[in-house]
């Protein structure tokens, strides 16, 4: 039975930095893509960054680009996503999630995601 579980969000003022981290409990790791999606207080669920093919491409939302890095470790089947000069906009519950295709351009649409972990908080005063 596989399953994420995200862990390293809190609270920090902004300009601050966090890092993330999903773990990946299944034994094919590699043969997954992997995002976070994020969800602020009476909004929907929007796609931060992701992987978005086989080779391992990668894209970012807009909003984060620049900002944000997300890296997938295939050895320590771990997700992680560092968070630099966060902004009060950025608060939310960060989710990390998994797909058995790489889904390219639509990569943030939730839907495309048979796998979550339960969420982490980040807060940005």
């Known amino acids: 039975h596989v399953q994420l579980v995200e862990s390293g969000g809190g609270s920090v003022q902004a300009g601050g930095s966090l890092t993330l981290s999903c773990k990946h409990s299944?034994?094919?790791?590699?043969?997954?893509?992997m995002a976070w999606f994020r969800q602020g207080s009476g909004k929907e669920r929007e796609g931060v960054a992701a992987?978005?093919?086989?080779?391992?491409?990668?894209d970012y939302a807009d909003s984060v680009r620049g900002r944000f890095t997300i890296s997938q470790d295939n050895a320590k089947n771990t997700l992680s996503l560092v968070m630099d000069y966060l902004r009060p906009e950025d608060t939310g519950t960060y989710y990390c999630?998994?797909?058995?295709?790489?889904?390219?351009?639509?990569?943030?649409?939730?839907?495309?995601?048979?796998?979550w972990g339960q969420g982490t908080q980040v807060t940005v005063s």
């Open positions: 999630a998994a797909s058995g295709y790489c889904w390219g351009t639509t990569w943030a649409n939730p839907s495309r995601y048979e796998l």
């Open positions: 299944g034994r094919t790791y590699n043969k997954w893509c």
């Open positions: 992987t978005v093919t086989a080779g391992g491409s990668i």
